[in-house]
């Protein structure tokens, strides 16, 4: 099965696990979300996505947080603290239409188009930095520093391969700059730009174009194991 299809498969499993008993209300929030049997149930349908490997390398990235005096968490531990940060960020951005989607320890934001950048544009809006200050409160508070965090920009399917890499490229490094403007240590951060590869929609229709274009934060705990 190629990444596409996966993609589909994994769309097609959320819509349908969606208001079914596959839901649950977190009681801190009173928002649905996924329990982390569906949730693992979409993550292997995607293929391990959401845990993908850390852009540069977990190696060349431990280095950068040992350098910058960070420490990391206890295995048995990690569970607890990354239920902190994922409570505290669905409490820090309810109502901003931002999709907080956990699979196993790690976290992952998506930020759809109507809350990010306008058309054609890699400037943080005003609405956006309302958004990503929610999100940079969490991430830069000291007891949640011991993560690791991705930022990808991803585009829809109008214009060339190579327009649209940069474009997602531009977005994904002004999300990672305003983030560190706002506490988060440079040293968590990295990015990567998909352009057009990775649709979480069709793009044969504006709607499935606007879900495409999109801003995504992965967090990622970094383990003691890390720090060796």
């Not at 190629?2 to 929030?29: H, N, Q």
């Not at 350098?67 to 820090?92: F, N, P, T």
């Not at 990295?190 to 992965?218: H, Y």
């Amino acid at each position: 099965m190629d990444f596409r299809s996966k993609i589909a498969v994994g769309a097609a499993l959320a819509a349908l696990l969606v208001g079914t008993a596959a839901c649950t209300t977190d009681p801190e929030t009173g928002q649905q979300r996924l329990s982390r049997t569906a949730i693992g149930g979409i993550g292997g349908a995607l293929g391990g996505y959401l845990l993908g490997d850390l852009v540069g390398g977990r190696h060349d990235r431990t280095e950068k947080i040992v350098g910058a005096g960070l420490g990391g968490v206890a295995g048995a531990a990690i569970g607890a603290y990354m239920d902190k940060q994922e409570r505290e960020l669905r409490q820090r951005t309810a109502g901003t239409d931002v999709q907080v989607v956990r699979q196993g320890d790690d976290l992952l934001l998506n930020i759809p188009s109507g809350v990010n950048f306008a058309y054609n544009s890699a400037t943080v809006e005003p609405r956006f930095q309302q958004t990503l200050d929610k999100v940079a409160g969490v991430l830069s508070d000291p007891q949640n520093n011991r993560t690791y965090i991705d930022v990808y920009g991803h585009t829809d399917s109008i214009g060339s391969d190579a327009y649209n890499q940069n474009l997602s490229e531009r977005r994904a490094a002004a999300v990672a700059l305003y983030l560190e403007s706002r506490g988060v240590l440079a040293a968590r951060v990295a990015t990567r730009g998909f352009g057009k590869t990775q649709p979480i929609a069709s793009n044969e229709t504006e709607e499935g174009r606007a879900q495409n274009r999109r801003v995504e934060i992965k967090i990622v705990p970094i383990a003691q194991s890390d720090i060796g």
